[in-house]
């Protein structure tokens, strides 16, 4: 059983970036741990969703940012776990950085396969495993983009939202939502249930991201409650 976590209040992206500052920087907390702390939320939540675990198939869309990284996470968990999972990849390799490059390698060493989903051939392979897949997850974009997804991201989002019977899973926002503002580009992901960390983002919870967030999930990651404004007077509880 996990350890129940109480959230507190919706948080701003700003609010989340000085949170994820103050745990690297000032308490130590290393990146790739709150990565590998979030990926595997991500991956408990997915597993849970899946009738037979074994049997089944997830698609995982990774971007070249920290959602990347998680969804690299998660790939690798939901493997151990003996789950048939899939990985494409929005950007070339090398594109991929920082602590979601140290992760991309490691699951590469795994020797599982990769579709570069950049190349026409891949995004039609995509598009294959889309239409078999249980389980979609978006790790393409985080609450740090700008503008409305463009490109191979834009084309993976637009054929996960066409999925015929994938339930589709955000990790920590919908890629195309935004995270103050909850107004969803064309395209945005539509899921079904989005987990995010530390906190709901403000933008998730407004009206107007309703039809694209789904279930909301809050995993901890390991950050000091006393750093997590809303948090501080909290106890317990789930």
Request: hydrophobic share 40%.
């Amino acid at each position: 059983m996990p350890i129940p976590y109480a959230p507190g209040k919706p948080l701003t992206c700003e609010q989340i970036r000085e949170v994820d500052v103050l745990a690297i920087e000032h308490v130590g907390i290393p990146g790739l741990v709150l990565m590998e702390n979030a990926g595997r939320g991500v991956a408990d939540f997915v597993h849970d969703v899946l009738v037979n675990p074994r049997r089944s198939r997830v698609l995982i869309l990774c971007g070249p940012g920290n959602n990347g990284g998680d969804g690299f996470v998660v790939a690798r968990h939901l493997r151990n776990a003996g789950v048939q999972v899939t990985v494409a990849l929005a950007v070339p390799r090398e594109k991929t950085k920082g602590d979601a490059a140290v992760n991309l390698r490691i699951y590469q060493k795994t020797g599982e396969p990769l579709i570069d989903a950049f190349e026409p051939d891949g995004l039609d392979e995509t598009r294959r495993e889309a239409e078999r897949a249980d389980v979609i997850v978006d790790g393409l974009l985080g609450t740090g983009s700008k503008g409305a997804p463009r490109g191979t991201i834009a084309e993976l989002i637009k054929l996960a939202n066409a999925a015929p019977r994938a339930r589709r899973v955000a990790i920590d926002i919908p890629s195309g939502l935004g995270g103050d503002s909850g107004e969803a580009a064309e395209p945005c992901f539509r899921a079904d249930a989005t987990v995010t960390f530390v906190a709901a983002k403000v933008g998730c919870t407004r009206p107007a991201a309703e039809a694209f967030v789904g279930r909301i999930i809050v995993v901890d990651i390991g950050v000091p409650r006393e750093l997590i404004p809303g948090r501080e007077e909290s106890s317990g509880g789930s």
